[in-house]
Each structure stands twice: as structure tokens, then as C-alpha cells.
């Protein structure tokens, strides 16, 4: 795909992505359905199908040979379609679907548009804070049109960290101990640890300096709560790993760990896999 190209799809893209907001604030100031997908804290909303449809058919009508993997029709089919090399846009309509059913202002649309397997753009919408964070590859990540940058926070003491380790709620509500466990540990090695419901506004947060480093490792994740996000975060100069095999990271593998600093991030990565082998059952 051609640079003009690249151009032409993320403007038509943030245009959608602003309309789509629209629908996004309709639900969150009303009454919503809701209704669980997986397990009792993985919901989904009539606005999540809503902003969904909205943005496959109207991207499809201008690209109508791209491809599509969206949250909403993947669940529905069951599983997401394969990534190939073909131009394909990566969609998660509303993320933080929790908070949006709750009213907490920390939701966001995200659309990535990946050719060859890669993002090429990512943009992550929250339009309750107005807040509209973009990256094309190789330009930098902004928000709201001005440049931001990762944290320069290398000493784990000083790090504000956000790790989604948590499984999901069982049929008998039960947490594995070693997940408490671990949160506990970060928040006595790390300045603090915090999870705000959104993996994609949280990954822009470590984007934009305010959070100095984020995993998250779920059955739940999709590619949809992590490419756009994480190009931006690697358009604000963050590193980005594997937090199982510490390589490197892959949309569609679904977990994601990233930090501000190299320095950082083998020092918490190192604590965290030292805290799991002297925990976790063999």
C-alpha cells in the first residue's frame, strides 16, 4: 500500500471513528441492554453491534476488497477470520464495555487498518473525555493532534504499573490465589498499580507518559483491545514484548507487555517471572 494511501485511510478512518463516537455517547448517557458473552464480566451492548456495524459497512463501501476482523461478528462467528496480507482494518467498537455500562468515562472506539500482518494506523477514540489518540506508522502517535511520548521511568519504585492477570470469573465467582498474589507484589516493588477497565485507553495511557508500564495476558483479549493501541504506544517510542516468551509482540497472539523504557521493562518482566516460579504449582 502506498504512503497516499495510508493517508487516505486514516483520514476516512478518524471521520468515522468521530461519528461512531456519536453513537457511543448516545448509549452512555441512557438505558442500555446488556447482555454477557463469555463469562459475567465480559458484556456486550446493543451500541457495541451498533458502532460496529456502522464502521464495517461504512469503511467497506470505500475499500470494498479490504477485509475485516471486528469484536461483535467474530463472537458471532465464533472465532476471528485469519490475518493475511491483504489490507484488513481491526476493529473493537466500544472497549471498556464494563465502564460503559457503568457510566465510567473510560471507554474508546479503536479501528487499526494492518497491511502485511503489521498496523500501519491506530486510532483509539474516547469520546466522553474528547480524547483522540493516533498513529501512522512511522509518523509518531498524538493526542488530539499534538505529539506525546512514553515516560522516561526506568526505577521500578518510581513506576506507576497496570498488569491484567486476573482470569475471568468462573461459574463459582472463584479468583486463583496467585493472582491476587501477584497484584499484591507489584504494588509492594512499584510506586502503584491501578486497572481501569480499558486495555485500549490504558495502553494509551503508557502511550502518553501517564502509565509506565502495562500487561495484559487474557483469554478474553482480542487483536481487537491491542493493534491499534500498540501502535501508538510504538509510535510514542515504547517497547513492546511478549510477556510470555519476552520476543516480540504479536497482535494476534493477544497479550501484550510494554513499558516506557527498556530499563523497565526487563526489570518488572524479571520480578514478575521470579514471582510466578516461586508461586505457581508445578
Known amino acids: 500500500m502506498q504512503r497516499q494511501e495510508v493517508e487516505d485511510c486514516f483520514a476516512t478512518a478518524v471521520e468515522l471513528v468521530r461519528e461512531a463516537g456519536k453513537i457511543v455517547m448516545e448509549g452512555f448517557r441512557s438505558e442500555k441492554k446488556v447482555s454477557k458473552k ?25 475499500y ?55 498496523a500501519v494506523i491506530g486510532i483509539v477514540y474516547n469520546p466522553v473525555l474528547e480524547q483522540l489518540y493516533t498513529a501512522v506508522a512511522g509518523r509518531g502517535a498524538l493526542l488530539n493532534s499534538e505529539p506525546i511520548r512514553v515516560s522516561s521511568v526506568t526505577d521500578m519504585t518510581k513506576a506507576l504499573v497496570n498488569f491484567w492477570t486476573v482470569l475471568p470469573k468462573s461459574s463459582n465467582d472463584s479468583i486463583p490465589e496467585v493472582d491476587y498474589g501477584l497484584k499484591n507484589f507489584l504494588k509492594r516493588i512499584t510506586h502503584g498499580h491501578l486497572e481501569l477497565g480499558s ?84
Open 38 to 62: 463469555t463469562h459475567a464480566a465480559d458484556l456486550v451492548t446493543g451500541y457495541d453491534t451498533r458502532v460496529e456495524v456502522f464502521l464495517i459497512s461504512s469503511l467497506k463501501r470505500k
Open 64 to 118: 470494498p476488497s479490504h477485509q475485516f476482523i471486528g469484536e461483535e461478528s467474530s463472537f458471532a462467528e465464533g472465532s476471528p477470520p485469519a490475518l493475511s496480507d491483504a489490507p484488513t482494518w481491526i476493529i473493537d467498537p466500544i472497549d471498556g464495555t464494563m465502564n460503559f455500562v457503568h457510566g465510567l468515562p473510560l471507554v474508546a472506539v479503536c479501528v487499526a487498518l494492518a497491511v502485511n500482518r503489521k
Open 199 to 282: 486495555c485500549a485507553v490504558e495502553l494509551c495511557f503508557v502511550a502518553a507518559g501517564s502509565i509506565d508500564a502495562f500487561c495484559v495476558n487474557l483469554p478474553n483479549i482480542g487483536c481487537w483491545d491491542l493493534a491499534a493501541a500498540a501502535l501508538i504506544v510504538q509510535e510514542a517510542g515504547g517497547v513492546l514484548v511478549d510477556p510470555e516468551t519476552g520476543g516480540e509482540f504479536d497482535m494476534m497472539k493477544c497479550r501484550i507487555f510494554c513499558a516506557g523504557t527498556n530499563e523497565l521493562a526487563t526489570s518488572v518482566l524479571k520480578e514478575v517471572n521470579h514471582f510466578k516460579c516461586s508461586t505457581v504449582p508445578k
